[in-house]
C-alpha cells in the first residue's frame, strides 16, 4: 500500500521568510496530492491540492510543486505570517481509490 | 454548505462505557470516512462508507469499534466498552465521488478521553 513521508517534523521560521515541506510518497499509482493545515483544536483544512498531469500550482503566498519521477511533492509558503503556525499534513491518494494516505505532520512555528 | 458536522466536540467517560460519536457529512457528498488522531500513530482511517455502505473497515482496531451509516446525511462510531487506550481525537470527512471533482474535507473532530 501507499506510504507517505514527511520532513521536517517541526521547522521554525522569522516572520516574513519562506517556509518549505518535503513529502514523498511509494506508490506510482498516486495522482492526488492534498495539504491540510490544522490549528490547534481544529479539524485539518483543505488548503492547496495538485493533480499529477500538473508540475506546480500558486495560490498567492502558498505553492506545491510534484516531481511525479521523483516520487515527491512539496509545499512552499512565502512570506510568512504568525498565522501559518499550525501542523500541516501532505496526503496521497489514487484516482479511483478513496483511501487518502497521510504524512505524520509538519508543525511549523513562525516567530515574530 | 456548513461543511462536516461532529458531536459531542469534547467526551469524558469512564473505562467500560459506551462511547457514540456523530457526524453529519456534507450534502451530496457519497463518501463518508472515520479517522483518529494520536501523537503515537497521526490520522489513521478507521473506516469508510460509500452511499451509507461500509467499503473498507480494515482499519478498525477492535470488534470494540462498530459505525453505521443508516442515511446519507448521518454516521455513528461506537466504541463498546471503551478503554483508556481509545483516548484520540475522532474526525470524520467526506467527499464527492472519485475523480478529478474528489476533495476531502473535515470536521472538527471529537476528543475523547476515556479515564
Known amino acids: 500500500?501507499?506510504?507517505?513521508?514527511?520532513?521536517?517534523?517541526?521547522?521554525?521560521v522569522q516572520e516574513g521568510d519562506s517556509a518549505v515541506?518535503?513529502?514523498?510518497?511509494?506508490?506510482?499509482?498516486?495522482?492526488?496530492?492534498?495539504w491540510y493545515k490544522q490549528e490547534l483544536g481544529k479539524?485539518?483544512?483543505?488548503?492547496?491540492?495538485?493533480r499529477s498531469n500538473v508540475g506546480e500550482k500558486k495560490d498567492q503566498r502558498i505553492a506545491v510543486t510534484l516531481n511525479k519521477t521523483a516520487k515527491h511533492f512539496s509545499l512552499h509558503i512565502t512570506e510568512t505570517q504568525p498565522e501559518d503556525?499550525?501542523?500541516?499534513?501532505?496526503?496521497?491518494?489514487?484516482n479511483y481509490g478513496q483511501n487518502f494516505v497521510f504524512g505524520p505532520g509538519t508543525r511549523l512555528s513562525v516567530l515574530p | 454548505?456548513?461543511?462536516?458536522?461532529q458531536s459531542p466536540r469534547h467526551e469524558v467517560t469512564e473505562m467500560g462505557q459506551e462511547?457514540?460519536?456523530?457526524c453529519k457529512p456534507i450534502s451530496g457528498h457519497d463518501y463518508l470516512f472515520w479517522y483518529r488522531q494520536t501523537m503515537m500513530r497521526g490520522l489513521e482511517l478507521l473506516i469508510y462508507f460509500n452511499?451509507?455502505?461500509p467499503i473498507d473497515d480494515s482499519?478498525?482496531?477492535?470488534?470494540?469499534?462498530?459505525?453505521?451509516?443508516?442515511?446519507?446525511?448521518?454516521s455513528t462510531l461506537k466504541i463498546q466498552p471503551s478503554e483508556p487506550r481509545d483516548s484520540a481525537v475522532y474526525f470524520c470527512a467526506s467527499s464527492a465521488r472519485p475523480g478529478t471533482a474528489s476533495k476531502l474535507f473535515f470536521g472538527e473532530g471529537s476528543r475523547l478521553t476515556v479515564l
Do not use: W
Not at chain 1, 515541506?21 to 492534498?34: E, G, L
Not at chain 2, 462511547?19 to 456523530?22: K, M
Open chain 2, 1 to 5: 454548505d456548513a461543511g462536516v458536522i
Open chain 2, 59 to 74: 482499519g478498525m482496531p477492535e470488534d470494540r469499534f462498530s459505525a453505521k451509516m443508516p442515511n446519507a446525511s448521518f
Open chain 2, 19 to 22: 462511547v457514540t460519536l456523530r
Open chain 1, 85 to 94: 503556525s499550525a501542523v500541516y499534513f501532505c496526503a496521497a491518494r489514487d
Open chain 1, 1 to 12: 500500500g501507499e506510504n507517505v513521508e514527511q520532513h521536517p517534523s517541526t521547522l521554525s
Open chain 1, 43 to 50: 479539524g485539518p483544512q483543505l488548503i492547496i491540492d495538485i
Open chain 1, 21 to 34: 515541506i518535503k513529502c514523498t510518497y511509494s506508490d506510482s499509482a498516486s495522482n492526488y496530492f492534498p
Open chain 2, 51 to 53: 452511499n451509507n455502505v
